[in-house]
């Protein structure tokens, strides 16, 4: 099993930018792929991005591609989301999450879950 901590959430305006980072223990964070998931009030959960376990492959929802960037520093078994060029549609609780399989393609199926953090993008 896996811990994840977030942090790294706030208020920033358009156009701002800010990192979210996850940090794991209980296990090394190099045995898991992670994803980064997002949920804004009234909507359900969306996956947003992904890295593989050496972070040498990411994949990235269409609204996000080009602003949002997924990096890992397996010493810190830290994994990161850097987000860039923020607009009020990416204002959301954001959660990091972790697996043993990598298939970018199925977005389900994260056993492990960090508490979430806010990002709130104002006008």
């Known amino acids: 099993q896996v811990q994840l901590v977030q942090s790294g959430g706030g208020l920033v305006q358009v156009g701002g930018s800010l990192r979210l980072s996850c940090v794991a223990s209980g296990n090394t964070l190099s045995r898991y792929n992670m994803g980064w998931f997002r949920q804004a009030p009234g909507k359900e959960r969306e996956f947003v991005g992904s890295?593989?376990?050496?972070?040498?492959?990411?994949y990235y929802t269409d609204s996000v591609k080009g602003r949002f960037t997924i990096s890992r520093d397996n010493a810190k078994n830290t994994v990161y989301l850097e987000m860039n060029n923020l607009s009020p549609l990416d204002t959301a609780v954001y959660y990091c999450a972790a697996r043993q399989f990598w298939d970018p393609t199925i977005v389900t199926d994260y056993p492990y879950w960090g508490q979430g953090t806010q990002v709130t993008v104002s006008s």
């Open positions: 890295i593989n376990t050496s972070g040498t492959r990411t």
